[in-house]
């Protein structure tokens, strides 16, 4: 089956320790995402990657950073940088990056202890 | 500096009734729209879009309509089911400035509980 995997689907980060929350697609698609959902709040964006080797910025990339070695995986550090962690991360994934209809995964929720 | 924007954070409705959830946007380079379905803990799935070439698309139960000269959207579920309720987020995309067409803009998403 295609689809997007994130993993872990829970995680508890402890104060000043760094996390990476894992997202693998088989879909063949050119561009991930990753987003930042809050309770009450949309989706805001945090990274996107177009292709390999590549990746850009989004709305709130600050205390976060993301590699994209693969086509197929696209992984997000939260740093300990990042002072409010908490919430509910999403990847996805697209064709291209034009914007066009996008494929999430099922999402990790992230916690501080 | 909200663009997309859903003003009912919830609505409830009664199973085999017309939901309509609605969207403003406020970019004018928006060119394409897009409404996902979230239900807790999973990710958004895709469920209708519309392009700014039109002013209606259906899918089934599920029809958007476009007035671009308000700049408003709307999602029509007809009629409604209980398996229906979930978060509903709004997105667009479009427009070439700072390459902003790469991306999804999204609302705040409405709630919506279809009672039997």
């Known amino acids: 089956d295609g689809g997007i995997t994130q993993s872990p689907k829970y995680l508890f980060r402890k104060e000043g320790q760094n996390v990476t929350l894992s997202c693998e697609q088989n879909?063949?698609?050119?561009?991930m995402y990753w987003y930042r959902q809050d309770p009450g709040q949309g989706l805001r964006l945090i990274y996107y990657s177009q292709i390999v080797n590549d990746f850009q910025k989004g709305d709130i990339a600050e205390g976060y950073s993301v590699s994209r070695e693969k086509k197929e995986s696209f992984p997000l550090t939260v740093t300990s940088a990042q002072k409010n962690p908490t919430a509910f991360y999403l990847c996805?994934?697209?064709w291209g990056a034009g914007g066009e209809k996008l494929f999430f995964g099922s999402g990790t929720q992230l916690s501080v202890l | 500096d909200q663009q997309v924007k859903q003003n009912s954070p919830s609505l409830s409705v009664q199973e085999g009734r017309i939901s309509i959830l609605n969207c403003d946007y406020t970019n004018s380079m928006f060119d394409y729209f897009l409404w996902y379905k979230k239900y807790p803990a999973e990710g958004p799935t895709f469920l209708i879009s519309?392009?700014?070439?039109?002013d209606k698309n259906e899918d089934g139960r599920f029809t958007v309509f476009l007035n671009k000269s308000a700049k408003h959207l709307s999602l029509h579920i007809v009629p409604s089911q209980p398996g229906d309720s979930a978060v509903y987020f709004c997105?667009?995309?479009?427009?070439?400035?700072?390459?902003?067409?790469?991306?999804?803009?999204f609302g705040k998403g409405t709630l919506l509980t279809v009672n039997p």
């Open positions: 519309i392009s700014s070439i039109k």
């Open positions: 879909l063949n698609h050119d561009a």
């Open positions: 997105a667009a995309s479009g427009g070439n400035s700072g390459g902003s067409n790469y991306k999804l803009t």
């Open positions: 996805a994934s697209s």
